[in-house]
C-alpha cells in the first residue's frame, strides 16, 4: 500500500503507542529512578526498591497493550500484511480509550493522588495527540477496513 495522509496518522499513533511501550520497559530495566522520572509516584517507586512484583507485572501489562494496539494500527495502516481480526472495532475501542484517558484525568487524578501533575498533564496529552491520530486514521479508512 503506498504511504498516504490516510495511512500515515495510523502509521504515527502506531509508532507512538510502540514508544509509549518502550518507555514502559524502560522503567522496568532502569528501576525506581525511572519511576519517579516519568511521575509515577513515590509509592510506585518505593514498591520497585522493596522488590514488590506489582509494578513491574502492572508496567508490563500495560507494555503488552500498547504493543497490541500498535499492532491494530500497523495493520490498518497497511504496515503489516496481517489483517488483525475486528480491526474496525479494536481500533474504535483504542480510539476511545485514548481520548477518554486524555479528558478524564481530573476525575482519575484523585484516585492516584501519588502521581505529579506533570505526569498527568504530559501523559493525558500524548494520549489526546494519539487518540486523535487513531480517530482521523480510522476516519479516513473506514470504508477500507
Not at 108 to 125: D, I, K, Y
Amino acid at each position: 500500500m503506498p504511504t498516504s495522509a490516510i495511512s500515515l496518522s495510523l502509521a504515527i499513533a502506531g509508532s507512538l503507542s510502540a514508544l509509549a511501550a518502550v518507555a514502559h520497559l524502560a522503567c522496568i530495566a532502569i528501576g525506581p529512578q525511572a519511576y519517579r522520572f516519568m511521575g509515577a509516584g513515590e509509592r510506585m517507586a518505593k514498591a520497585v526498591e522493596a522488590g514488590r512484583l506489582q509494578p513491574t507485572l502492572m508496567t508490563l501489562g500495560i507494555s503488552v497493550v500498547l504493543l497490541v494496539w500498535a499492532a491494530y494500527a500497523f495493520s490498518a495502516a497497511g504496515l503489516i500484511s496481517t489483517r488483525l481480526p475486528f480491526t474496525k472495532l479494536a481500533l474504535l475501542a483504542i480510539t476511545t480509550v485514548y481520548l477518554a484517558r486524555a479528558l478524564v484525568f481530573p476525575l482519575l487524578r484523585p484516585a492516584f493522588p501519588e502521581n505529579s501533575l506533570t505526569f498527568w498533564l504530559v501523559s493525558s496529552g500524548i494520549c489526546l495527540v494519539i487518540g486523535l491520530l487513531h480517530a482521523h486514521g480510522l476516519a479516513t479508512r473506514w470504508s477500507a477496513l
